[in-house]
């Protein structure tokens, strides 16, 4: 054992140890000290270390008693799992978590064992024990194999591998639809302490089948990032309803298992290369940023939860950065924590006296009434003890063991850890009046009678962490011993398990990416050369070669397959930035792979030169943050003489200049040979892939073209001159009434190719895609059109060809997952049409029907533009978080209708945005949304007040604490609120959340997007403001009736109109749209003279000067 990583907290015997062992070094090597010790002195610590030694042995030889009565006792002897409730009539029913840290506890205390010569053969007793239990729960899983198989493709409830177990059988109790299994955090611990005791020595995967099944729970725990579960406490959203929702702590958990089991061997140090499990670092990176980014919330109802403890601290550790940590730890105590634990979380009722037991489920507006008595857990304390060993910090074991003391239960067999206290029926008004004054009962551990029978009940769960926390304590257990991977180091500081597979390291702020640009054709190259940029071809790399993203993911696709299991491998999922900046060496052959951006039948954004290059260097500033792999990332950028033609050329000089220069917007980059760049690339070998497989046949590698004859110069390079500039849409009637054979001749006799578009429309709803137009199909022919179009740069008809041919651009789902996750939701449909809200995350197909059937029929383009939009939302909202500050509900269609908004406002010139590149597309929404967000006052003074309420309202973009003055409002109004025929009652409201809730921000949300007029949706955002304002100025105020927002408003219209002796009343808001708020025939004042009305009933008192600022 090295002892530089010796604990502090260790006692006395173990310092003996290494004092004696250094004593002989020296002696033995013939070292001299500047003060040699004596002998005497000598034999005094060896004196001492008998004495601790046989002290240790002592305590060691009482917690074996402890485990084996508290513990192994309960343990099946088929299985190996061990029972969750004690207290049922007949204890059959065992959970996956709880067996899990039983496991752990026995493990524990054999790695103690360890250091005991005489251990009368206990390590080994005690570790046979936990691999049974680890390969019970792998038995039992293994049973459900199908399960998994279904799961990488469906990430549904019903798909779930179970975590109820029957004890004796191993078979499950529960139907899927009968009990929350889908609780990913449990397979994620699971493979946490697999890697944990396989790293100690300890054999739990036998054999190759074994080994499959492990590398697919890594599949199905690496979609954690999106797929809502039921979390740690198996309730899923705190309402209790059945609804599951995405959980940072299982988020979390899963990131620590991927990072845990990466490279590892599951045969151990005798395995062999095809034991080793792989996972997919962009998979990784997804649930990484995720993770970060909900922290420190837990879920949409949940603002904070206990589990986050053990999934930040010990046994998961799952991030490293300790500001967050501490913020997220700091949240949880402050919320959580009270005089004999902590809650799980606010408003849980579960051991409450309140909570009905005989329903699975709660009613709505239930957990009202468990407000201020949860119960409170001392589990946590234990945890906390665990991470204050780790930290070193004796005061804090100190701490928390003097307040965890008082809370334990005795026994004969020792110290029980209650599950629970709770707030026994008599105290329970008092309790919520004056949180904290009354007396805590602790749940029923101990010694119980069922069926007039006497038993022991035992929370196993936090009876195995105090185990664990006590041996840590006692110095019996060094923290490496438990942790032998190091998760509580950051990852550059743990070992690495093999140099031939790729391991986590942190960010070097330094980082070089390495560039290797390729030329698809000599004679591409020579003319670049002419203008200094050196390239390579296909051959010149051999015998390296390059592969479309696609062939690998065809590769990965034998990584874990079984037919014994019905397992297929991973799922055919294209690969992102990270996994296609690796060099990967598999049967003897070097490949590179080149980034998905430069697949030439990736959507039409890749006829974009100047969207590709604005991809490029996107891909490289997610490169120089995200990269947390040992070597650098090598981007291999294809040259194609496609991308020459036209306005592309200068991007691509501009890029390629800055490539030289060695900085691109501020990340380092270094161009060269990929000869030059294999002994500091990251590489991987792909040790599952067959050696005898014949690799020349199963994949396709990019091959170098034959272009013929040399280019002198890009004069040279034949351009497409664009014809047809102007849209020239006919009216569909005209289409409508000719036959198939007159449409085809149309077709052939015009040189519009708008007209053209609109033709192969018409024969697609007449005849189908397989209808033939001179030998092509209509399919074929908008896959031709399609294409032109491109080259001439007619974006309106790439994306109405696009949309009949009903494209879906890859990485469309985790854009809008990385939407969901910043706590938005997202709804797609044409503006002025019923809306499809997502609010959990979606599957291409599903995001694909919903673009389908809510844009389509409504106007074709959108179909494909909305795309766009989420695709560069995704992307400014993971870069830049801060441009959608106020904006809770992203309304693409609304956002459509704003860029719209933008383009009449600042440009003269009449053009649809369907006739903008995509670039500019990117570029017109960076400005919509940055432009708000940049303003130093709410109102923009170079926009008229109309413009910036349509905007805003367009935008759906609210002002700070919007949804708190809300809540106060509701609050003050026993009615409830009325906007646009919706009604937010004040209960169940009130009592369902809380006022910093996400789910209640989201609620009110739903409220405002029954409007369907975006300045009038501002204008209503404005009149909250104020109404909340007079309410809080005016506490004796209120509402006695409904406040009727639609109705102030209307009021506070005939008022404007009459001061502006308007006798003859209209419809028409414009005017009242367009005055300023703050002056003095302001909107402000008639909305507050309004509001008045209904407060008093007269006129408005002492109030008059009251301005408000939305801001």
């Not at 203008?531 to 070669?545: M, V």
């Not at 019923?834 to 599957?843: C, L, N």
Request: net charge neutral; aromatic share 10%; charged share 25%.
């Amino acid at each position: 054992m090295n002892p530089s990583s010796v604990n502090r907290s260790t006692t006395d015997f173990v310092v003996a140890v290494d004092a004696l062992r250094s004593a002989s070094n020296d002696v033995s090597q013939g070292q001299h000290c500047r003060e040699r010790k004596s002998s005497a002195y000598l034999d005094e610590r060896a004196k001492n270390f008998q004495a601790n030694y046989e002290e240790s042995v002592t305590k060691l030889n009482r917690y074996y008693k402890q485990v084996k009565r508290q513990i192994l006792r309960f343990q099946s002897p088929t299985t190996g799992l061990f029972p969750r409730d004690l207290t049922e009539p007949q204890i059959i029913s065992a959970h996956v978590r709880d067996s899990v840290y039983c496991a752990a506890a026995v493990w524990a205390l054999a790695q103690a064992y360890k250091r005991i010569d005489d251990d009368r053969g206990r390590t080994h007793e005690l570790a046979q024990s936990a691999v049974k239990c680890m390969r019970g729960i792998l038995e039992c899983w293994l049973h459900q194999a199908e399960k998994v198989e279904k799961f990488k493709q469906s990430q549904t409830p019903k798909n779930s591998l179970h975590s109820v177990f029957h004890m004796v059988t191993g078979e499950s109790i529960f139907k899927d639809n009968e009990y929350e299994h889908l609780q990913i955090d449990c397979v994620a611990l699971y493979l946490i302490f697999l890697v944990q005791m396989i790293q100690s020595g300890l054999q739990i995967i036998f054999t190759t089948d074994e080994v499959n099944f492990v590398q697919n729970l890594v599949f199905y725990v690496e979609r954690a990032y999106r797929t809502p579960d039921f979390g740690m406490w198996e309730r899923g959203s705190k309402y209790n309803n059945g609804s599951s929702e995405l959980h940072a702590s299982s988020i979390g958990l899963a990131k620590a298992a991927l990072e845990s089991i990466n490279g590892e061997n599951m045969f151990g140090v005798q395995g062999a290369s095809w034991s080793v499990i792989y996972v997919d670092i962009d998979a990784h990176n997804r649930n990484r940023t995720i993770f970060d980014t909900i922290l420190p919330r837990e879920s949409n109802s949940k603002n904070t939860d206990a589990s986050l403890i053990p999934t930040i601290l010990w046994p998961a550790f799952a991030i490293h950065e300790e500001q967050l940590v501490n913020r997220t730890i700091e949240k949880v105590l402050r919320r959580l924590k009270g005089s004999h634990g902590l809650k799980r979380f606010l408003r849980d009722g579960h051991g409450t006296v309140l909570e009905d037991k005989s329903r699975k489920y709660y009613r709505p507006s239930e957990i009202k009434t468990f407000d201020g008595i949860e119960c409170e857990w001392p589990l946590f304390y234990i945890y906390l003890i665990i991470d204050s060993v780790y930290k070193s910090d004796s005061e804090k074991v100190a701490h928390y063991q003097k307040l965890l003391q008082p809370l334990l239960l005795t026994s004969e067999d020792g110290p029980l850890v209650p599950r629970y206290y709770y707030v026994p029926k008599d105290c329970l008004e008092q309790e919520k009046n004056a949180p904290g004054t009354q007396i805590r009962l602790p749940s029923n551990e101990g010694k119980i009678k069922v069926n007039n029978e006497s038993r022991d009940n035992i929370f196993l769960w936090g009876q195995s962490v105090y185990i664990i926390s006590q041996l840590l304590a006692d110095g019996l257990l060094n923290i490496t011993e438990l942790d032998p991977i190091r998760r509580f180091l950051p990852a550059a500081e743990r070992p690495r398990p093999n140099s031939r597979y790729s391991s986590f390291q942190s960010s070097p702020n330094d980082l070089v990416i390495q560039v290797v640009l390729i030329a698809e054709s000599v004679r591409l190259q020579q003319l670049l050369a002419t203008y200094g940029i050196q390239t390579q071809t296909p051959h010149q790399i051999e015998p390296i070669q390059i592969w479309p993203p696609i062939e690998l993911a065809k590769a990965y696709e034998q990584l874990g397959v079984n037919n014994k299991l019905g397992l297929s491998g991973r799922p055919p999922r294209p690969f992102g930035g990270l996994g296609t900046a690796k060099i990967y060496r598999a049967c003897g052959y070097t490949f590179i792979c080149y980034p998905l951006l430069f697949e030439v039948s990736d959507f039409y954004l890749s006829q974009d030169m100047e969207f590709v290059i604005d991809d490029v260097k996107s891909d490289l500033q997610f490169l120089g943050k995200c990269w947390k792999l040992a070597g650098r990332p090598t981007f291999c950028m294809i040259l194609r003489e496609d991308n020459l033609r036209g306005l592309g050329a200068r991007h691509i000089f501009d890029l390629l200049a800055a490539f030289k220069r060695g900085d691109c917007d501020g990340i380092k980059v270094r161009i060269g040979r990929l000869q030059e760049f294999i002994s500091s690339a990251c590489i991987e070998h792909l040790d599952f892939l067959d050696m005898d497989a014949d690799v020349e046949n199963i994949f396709r590698p990019f091959l170098e073209k034959d272009k013929g004859k040399q280019f002198r110069s890009f004069t040279d390079i034949p351009k497409i001159t664009k014809i047809d500039l102007t849209e020239a849409w006919v009216h569909n009637l005209e289409l409508h009434q000719k036959t198939p054979w007159e449409l085809t001749q149309s077709f052939n006799q015009t040189d519009n190719i708008y007209f053209q578009a609109q033709i192969l429309q018409e024969l697609l709803n007449r005849e189908g895609l397989y209808f033939r137009v001179d030998g092509d199909t209509v399919e074929e022919k908008l896959v031709k059109l399609n294409h032109l179009a491109g080259t001439r740069q007619n974006w309106s008809v790439v994306r109405f060809c696009s949309s009949l041919l009903h494209k879906l651009v890859d990485s469309l789902a985790p854009s809008i997952t990385a939407i969901l996750v910043r706590g938005k939701q997202l709804t797609i449909s044409v503006w002025g049409r019923e809306e499809e809200v997502i609010d959990k995350p979606v599957s291409p197909n599903d995001i694909k029907s919903i673009l389908y059937t809510k844009c389509f029929p409504y106007d074709v383009i959108q179909a494909v533009l909305q795309q766009e939009l989420i695709i560069n939302i995704g992307t400014f909202i993971t870069t830049n978080p801060e441009l959608f500050n106020g904006i809770l509900k992203i309304r693409i269609g609304w956002i459509v209708q704003a860029m719209k908004l933008e383009l009449k406002y600042y440009d003269d010139k009449d053009f649809s945005i369907n006739s903008l590149s995509p670039s500019m597309i990117k570029k017109l929404l960076y400005n919509v949304i940055k432009r708000k967000s940049d303003e130093g006052q709410y109102y923009s003074p170079e926009r008229s007040m109309l413009w910036n309420r349509q905007l805003d309202g367009a935008l759906n973009r609210v002002p700070p604490d919007f949804y708190e003055r809300i809540w106060r409002i509701l609050e003050r109004t026993p009615s409830g609120i009325k906007v646009a025929g919706y009604h937010l009652p004040q209960q169940p409201t009130l009592s369902d959340m809380t006022q910093y809730e996400l789910n209640f921000s989201l609620l009110v949300e739903q409220m405002l997007s029954k409007i369907i007029d975006p300045a009038y949706r501002q204008i209503i955002v404005e009149l909250f403001v104020i109404v909340e304002a007079i309410l809080s100025r005016n506490p004796e105020l209120s509402f006695n009736k409904a406040v009727d927002l639609d109705k102030l408003v209307h009021e506070a219209f005939e008022l404007f109109l009459k001061d502006r002796g308007e006798k003859q009343k209209h419809d028409d808001m414009t005017a009242f749209y367009n005055t300023l708020p703050n002056v003095r025939h302001g909107t402000t004042i008639y909305m507050v003279r309004a509001i008045m009305n209904h407060l008093l009933d007269g006129d408005l008192r002492g109030i008059k000067d009251f301005q408000c600022i939305v801001s």
